[in-house]
């Protein structure tokens, strides 16, 4: 049979070897798209996750023929290609985070000139004034609190302009944009080692490798007592095909509204992990802004929906998976020793 293209779109995947990206493929699979091209810069082989129902292809979208021969047919496309990271790899690589805007601005002019009907850009708390984020117990941000700019340096720039790009686009050239801040995003086949991994997944690593090595000790950046909102990758998945969909035009959260500082963080993953561990903080190390909260209102208003799944369930899931991963590493490095000299 014949599948009707108007119900089967051609949908781009940027970044689609990435965390959410790969995890997006899959879930446009699971729900009845199967027209995808997904493109990462990435060898294949080093993609979270790779699926053959898909066009799976290594491009670099830095570049703007790339750009054009990606978006080729595509009715929607959702940008979630960046050179990106947690905070260690945000405070100390601002250029190649602002870089990423040559990503969005490629494919923002290759999707108007291919005509694409929708775009999806996954923007970051990271837009928000940090003036307005200044004590651990500050409010939640609403989407107005991006302005008057002040971002984080670096990478929070680098997404308050595509931000405005996107707005451009769509007041200028009619290209339906849509942009969702999101808010530290977790969950297995994330980063969760090498610089790059967000908070959640270096505290499940950090306390895992604690009581396997017997230490029972981890270090933590800053005193701990910074506040976020962590989003689990169910509620990411779910909110970023939501938004693409709507007629939300403005940037709009999406964090879950469950807040917590570092230290109960880690009081969280002690409990899964069944283990108590000595914390020393480095207090020399980035540990970002004080207090970033993500207010729902607009969210809950427009779609009728936030995100919702506890910290807690998402992080035994991530733990457990960091957990299976780095057992497999270990095993793996035993292993790769030559073990029969003939
Ligand atoms: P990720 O690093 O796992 O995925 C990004 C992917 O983009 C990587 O696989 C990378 O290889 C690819 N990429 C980088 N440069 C490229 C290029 N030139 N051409 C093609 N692909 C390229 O990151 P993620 O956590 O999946 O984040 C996805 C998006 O969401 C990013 O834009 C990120 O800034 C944004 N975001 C993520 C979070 C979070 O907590 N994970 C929070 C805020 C915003």
Not at 59 to 79: E, H, Q, S
Not at 185 to 192: C, E, H, N, R, V
Request: proline share 4%.
């Amino acid at each position: 049979m014949q599948t009707n293209p108007r119900n089967n779109p051609q949908i781009l995947v940027c970044g689609a070897g990435g965390f959410i990206g790969g995890h997006l493929v899959r879930y446009l699979l699971e729900h009845g798209y199967n027209n995808i091209r997904a493109v990462d810069l990435k060898p294949l082989n080093a993609w979270s996750q790779t699926h053959r129902e898909a066009e799976n292809l290594v491009l670099d979208l830095r570049d703007a023929d790339a750009c054009l021969g990606a978006t080729r047919g595509a009715r929607i496309v959702y940008n979630l290609a960046a050179d990106t990271g947690g905070v260690e790899f945000t405070e100390n690589h601002k250029a190649r985070s602002m870089l990423s805007v040559l990503i969005n601005t490629h494919l923002l002019q290759a999707a108007r000139i291919q005509g694409v009907e929708r775009f999806f850009y996954a923007s970051s708390a990271g837009v928000y004034a940090n003036g307005k984020q200044a004590l651990a117990a500050a409010p939640p941000l609403v989407e107005s609190d991006a302005y008057p700019a002040m971002p984080e340096d670096g990478h929070g720039w680098e997404k308050l302009f595509s931000e405005r790009m996107c707005r451009h686009f769509r007041e200028d050239f009619g290209l339906q944009t849509r942009v969702a801040r999101y808010h530290n995003i977790y969950g297995p086949l994330g980063t969760w080692d090498g610089g790059r991994e967000n908070a959640p997944a270096a505290i499940c690593r950090k306390v895992i490798e604690a009581k396997l090595s017997g230490s029972y000790s981890i270090e933590i950046w800053g005193d701990g007592e910074q506040t976020r909102s962590f989003t689990y990758i169910d509620d990411c998945l779910k909110g970023t095909v939501a938004i693409l969909k709507s007629g939300i035009l403005e940037p709009v959260n999406l964090g879950n509204s469950e807040t917590v500082s570092i230290n109960q963080l880690v009081d969280i993953v002690e409990e899964i992990a069944h283990v108590r561990v000595n914390r020393t903080h480095r207090l020399d190390a980035p540990a970002g802004v004080r207090g970033r909260k993500s207010d729902n209102t607009l969210i809950k208003d427009r779609l009728g929906w936030e995100p919702s799944i506890q910290l807690r369930e998402g992080l035994e899931k991530t733990y457990r998976w960091i957990y299976d991963e780095i057992i497999r590493k270990r095993f793996c490095r035993r292993t790769s020793y030559p073990v029969n000299p003939l």
